[in-house]
């Protein structure tokens, strides 16, 4: 059922690339109606630089509010750019544990993540994206440093058709009603298991079949059909089964797809 609004939260460490991301997040929102609110949250240790308690409860205050000014301003520019309000909340402590209660609080639809270019966006030096997607259940939108969606604008839209049901969201029929036909869908292997039922999900869209053989540099090659194409977002599935307690995506390790793929990617929900 489709909701009237959907809830999503964007995670961000504040570094080069956060206006990009917020960017393609206006452009998801106003896709699918969605609110967002952005959450950022930083690790006491990367505040505090001496022991003395006193001046270290000065410089948290004061890193706080500088933190606090810094989103204002970026989410003020934003708002007014594009005429869609962004809330917004701001912590210190253990990263995973907030980020986790925040997500538990606000139950979003779609967490958005961050990617620079050939690398995946990192909290204190865990790979977030790994973490997410162990613990939150639907889409998660990785959005690229480079080449932002555009709100606004319709996109090219690819899918990955390895794993089963990479258009499986709740606002697939939005998404469709954005994009810029024909459909691009990637596949490796031309004996792909879930090409015939992943088809279905959209056979009344007039789509292009890319097929890579199946090999080491399949992943390289892909991502350079992507950008070849101008594909603008590319959506996967994931894999259900649980491998040494790792939720994997499109059999290769996450760390591995999503550093190696150039563009932004809406990993489907579970």
């Known amino acids: 059922m489709k909701k009237d609004q959907y809830k999503i939260l964007v995670l961000s460490d504040l570094k080069g690339s956060t206006k990009s991301i917020l960017k393609s997040t206006v452009s998801l929102a106003k896709m699918i109606d969605g609110v967002i609110e952005f959450f950022h949250v930083q690790k006491p240790t990367d505040v505090i630089k001496q022991d003395n308690q006193f001046s270290a409860i000065r410089t948290i205050n004061s890193e706080f509010t500088a933190s606090e000014k810094k989103i204002k301003t970026l989410l003020s520019s934003i708002s007014e750019e594009y005429s869609l309000k962004i809330k917004y909340k701001s912590s210190i402590g253990n990263v995973k544990n907030e980020i986790t209660h925040r997500i538990e609080e606000i139950n979003p639809d779609v967490i958005v993540l961050g990617k620079r270019k050939h690398k995946i966006l990192n909290f204190g030096g865990d790979n977030m994206t790994q973490f997410i997607l162990k613990h939150h259940k639907?889409?998660?939108?990785?959005?690229?440093e480079e080449n932002a969606l555009e709100p606004n604008k319709k996109l090219s839209l690819g899918v990955f058709e390895e794993n089963e049901k990479p258009l499986d969201i709740e606002f697939k029929?939005?998404?469709?009603?954005?994009?810029?036909?024909?459909?691009?869908?990637?596949?490796?292997g031309k004996?792909?298991?879930?090409?015939?039922?992943?088809?279905?999900?959209?056979?009344?869209?007039k789509t292009i079949d890319y097929v890579f053989e199946d090999g080491g540099n399949a992943i390289e090659n892909?991502?350079?059909?992507?950008t070849k194409n101008n594909i603008?977002?590319?959506?996967?599935?994931?894999?259900?089964?649980q491998i040494n307690d790792s939720v994997k995506l499109m059999k290769n390790d996450v760390r591995d797809v999503v550093g190696k793929l150039g563009?932004?990617?809406l990993i489907a929900g579970l």
């Open 138 to 144: 639907g889409p998660v939108f990785i959005a690229a």
């Open 173 to 188: 029929d939005q998404l469709i009603q954005n994009i810029n036909p024909p459909l691009k869908s990637f596949k490796i």
């Open 191 to 205: 004996g792909s298991l879930h090409a015939k039922r992943n088809q279905d999900a959209f056979s009344d869209l």
């Open 263 to 265: 563009v932004s990617l």
């Open 232 to 241: 603008d977002l590319l959506c996967v599935g994931r894999d259900t089964k």
């Open 222 to 226: 892909l991502s350079k059909y992507l």
